[in-house]
């Protein structure tokens, strides 16, 4: 199984920051790669795929990037709506996840 | 508009098997694969398996294969998953969600369906 190892795993933020996401995969899986937000008692909704592909109706204050087996998501100016879970996944095999980072607003 | 609307929370004992469903509505159902995500309390999420409707071909997680069985109704636009043996690692968020193939990503989710295990 391809291993995807987020960090942090906990993430305090002020309103209009910029964030930033981290997930490392253990293998080689090209641009196959999604980001999901999972806001409190939801299910995750997708925000990017083709690691860097932006999903229908998510707002262009995210993006996401790709430096070699690292992938990044970034969140421009936080929203008080971003507030919740996020979690990468590879999609270049069996799907696997990322452990989420929680992120709060400070 | 695509929903995926799943069937509510169960309580079951260990041992016994449960099985759950995902109606599909606002797209066509056979064109798009069925996949199955599992949430622990708390805990990240892991996929499962998937059914392609149209044939229904399937693939699984080794590590769920002879603990999930996943089926379809073409006729109603409803994918199944049967859970069989459970235990207490069984209890869950169980969530439907839909890809296009060939890529796996997951653009619609269910609400997810509650499974407890206990005696």
């Known amino acids: 199984d391809i291993q995807m190892t987020q960090s942090p795993a906990s993430l305090s933020a002020s309103l209009e920051e910029i964030v930033t996401i981290t997930c490392q995969a253990s293998?080689?899986?090209?641009?196959?790669l999604a980001w999901y937000q999972q806001k409190p008692g939801k299910s995750p909704q997708l925000l990017i795929y083709?690691?860097?592909s932006l999903a229908d109706g998510v707002p262009s204050r995210f993006s996401g990037s790709r430096s070699g087996t690292q992938y990044s998501l970034k969140i421009s100016r936080l929203q008080v709506e971003d507030i919740g879970i996020y979690y990468c996944?590879?999609?270049?095999?069996?799907?696997?996840f990322g452990g989420g980072t929680k992120l709060e607003l400070k | 508009q695509v929903k995926l609307l799943q069937s509510g929370a169960a309580l079951v004992k260990p041992g016994a098997s449960v099985k759950m469903s995902c109606k599909a509505s606002?797209?066509?159902?056979?064109?798009?694969?069925v996949s199955w995500v599992k949430q622990s309390h708390g805990k990240s999420l892991e996929w499962i398996g998937e059914?392609?409707?149209?044939?229904?071909?399937?693939n699984f997680n080794e590590k769920f294969k002879g603990k999930a069985t996943l089926t379809v109704d073409k006729s109603t636009s409803t994918a199944y998953m049967e859970l069989s043996r459970l235990t207490s690692e069984d209890s869950a968020i169980y969530y439907c969600?839909?890809?296009?193939?060939?890529?796996?990503?997951?653009?619609?989710w269910g609400p997810g369906t509650m499974v407890t295990v206990s005696s």
């Open positions: 996944q590879q999609a270049s095999s069996a799907p696997t």
């Open positions: 969600t839909r890809s296009a193939a060939p890529y796996w990503y997951f653009d619609f």
């Open positions: 293998q080689d899986i090209g641009n196959w």
């Open positions: 083709g690691a860097t």
């Open positions: 606002g797209y066509t159902f056979t064109d798009y694969w």
């Open positions: 059914i392609y409707p149209n044939s229904g071909a399937t």
